[in-house]
């Protein structure tokens, strides 16, 4: 599909646009909502400038692809629920999304997606990371494309929450996933491991499982498969949450960098 509605510039051939040409905070056209449908599934991550969204008018952006998710480990914001707010400044022990990831795969049905709007960013610093699980999978050997499919990967959130907040009585998501998953709509594969919510793999020894998913993180580690976002105040960062990792760099403290997110619900991963 050509884009007529809006302009797309890829920032590699393998993961990232920036998308030119569209008002998130007004109700988009059936013609600029499809051809903003059709970035995302084309580049997985995509990004705007010099947004103004209120919370229901960012909410009402993302319900555009789907129902709205609770976050199952942060409260959202008092008056709106679906809403996280993402926010490090000097006191900060921890920020959200340090460490390599997808966004929930220990929810039965993992996110759909995230919307990220950022409303304060450090002066230095503060980028994150996007991976394309689409072109990790597509660089395995074929050996190990046969070896990975039909094996399933345990994912737990218990132990990314209970140790941030060691106060809370909750028990945490836990959930069985394909490792290969086929995305709803591209119908391509990915890469469906993380390194943050992954415990193990099912049906084979817990070394050889953790040999695997080591060498399997090494290899969508690859700077081949990435993209950088470096973020101005009113940037917005929406990826599809099926066939990405992404990763928060943390290299601004003490400094403020501030935003909300909101995720837009998926189904279960096959
Ligand atoms: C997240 O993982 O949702 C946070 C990403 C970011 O703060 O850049």
Redesign the pocket.
């Given at each position: 599909m050509a884009y007529d509605a809006i302009e797309v510039k890829p920032m590699t051939r393998r993961i990232g646009a920036e998308i030119f040409g569209v008002d998130l905070g007004q109700p988009l056209s059936n013609r600029q909502y499809e051809e903003v449908h059709q970035a995302l599934m084309e580049h997985q991550v995509i990004f705007f400038r010099d947004q103004e969204m209120s919370h229901d008018q960012h909410k009402a952006f993302g319900r555009l692809f789907g129902k709205l998710a609770i976050h199952s480990g942060v409260p959202g914001l008092p008056e709106h629920k679906e809403v996280v707010a993402?926010h490090a400044d000097a006191t900060s022990k921890f920020?959200?999304?340090e460490n390599w990831?997808s966004?929930l795969t220990a929810d039965a049905e993992p996110p759909l997606g995230?919307v990220?709007y950022m409303k304060v960013v450090p002066e230095s610093g503060g980028d994150?990371m996007f991976a394309s699980m689409y072109a990790a999978y597509d660089a395995l050997s074929p050996r190990m494309k046969t070896y990975l499919d039909g094996m399933t990967a345990v994912h737990d959130a218990n132990h990314i929450y209970k140790a941030l907040f060691p106060d809370v009585e909750k028990q945490y998501p836990r959930s069985s996933h394909p490792v290969i998953r086929t995305h709803p709509v591209t119908k391509r594969k990915s890469i469906f491991v993380n390194p943050s919510y992954t415990t193990h793999l099912e049906g084979v020894s817990k070394e050889e499982g953790d040999a695997i998913l080591n060498y399997l993180y090494l290899h969508c580690m690859n700077p081949n498969f990435q993209c950088r976002f470096r973020w101005a105040p009113n940037s917005v960062?929406f990826w599809d949450n099926r066939c990405t990792w992404?990763q928060?760099i943390w290299d601004y403290f003490p400094d403020t960098?501030s935003?909300f997110?909101v995720t837009v619900a998926g189904d279960k991963p096959f």
């Open positions: 993402i920020v959200a999304g990831h966004d995230s990220l994150t960062a992404h928060a960098r935003g997110r």
